[in-house]
């Protein structure tokens, strides 16, 4: 009896490591494959929303960035600066990107992080758009994050076989449900890209 506890602790110790380590396993991909999809959908808004701005015979704007705010994922910075008053060299926090040449995307790093950029270069401005990468990885890290859940609960409601079980594009249902959660929660970013309604867009106004 004795002998037969003893093989059912070990058991149980031994599945209740290797269901963790799967765990952390999944959490690991999902949080790589939300950070993708993550920045893949930002990105093309960003794109449109700068694009959309220089439809409209845009004038100076300037964001405002408060350090000591949480920003969230559908926050996005938006700045128009000409090129003859040099707006780059002034600025106090060092967010805007110096002339480029070519619209794109770039990567800076300032006090308050790193930051991802795209910069619309026009005649007389430039529109850049900008997010902390920050936010993109926290949001990430939240989706990813809410999968070790269920494997905080070990026991009868433990179900390895579920977690080998494929879904759609050869992906695990809970990544595939991560993915499903990233764009629900992203669907509503899709209105930035009208700026007329300047929804959750920092210091929008393009008055």
Known sequence: MQLQYSLKKRLIIYISIFSIALGCLLVFFAYRISLEEINEILDAQMQNLAERIALHDPEPIKSQFDQ???YHE???FVDVWSYTNQDHKNHALKLLVHPVQKAGFYTHNTAQGNWRTYVLPLEHYQIQVS?????????ALELAGSMFI???????????????????????GGVCKVRERIHRIIADIRLLAIPASCRRVAACNLN
């Open 131 to 139: 997010q902390q990468q920050s936010t993109r990885q926290h949001l």
């Open 150 to 172: 269920p494997y905080l609960t070990l026991g009868s409601s433990l179900r390895l076989p579920t977690l080998g079980t494929p879904d759609s594009h050869g992906l695990t």
């Open 74 to 76: 559908e926050d996005l």
């Open 68 to 70: 000591a705010k949480y």
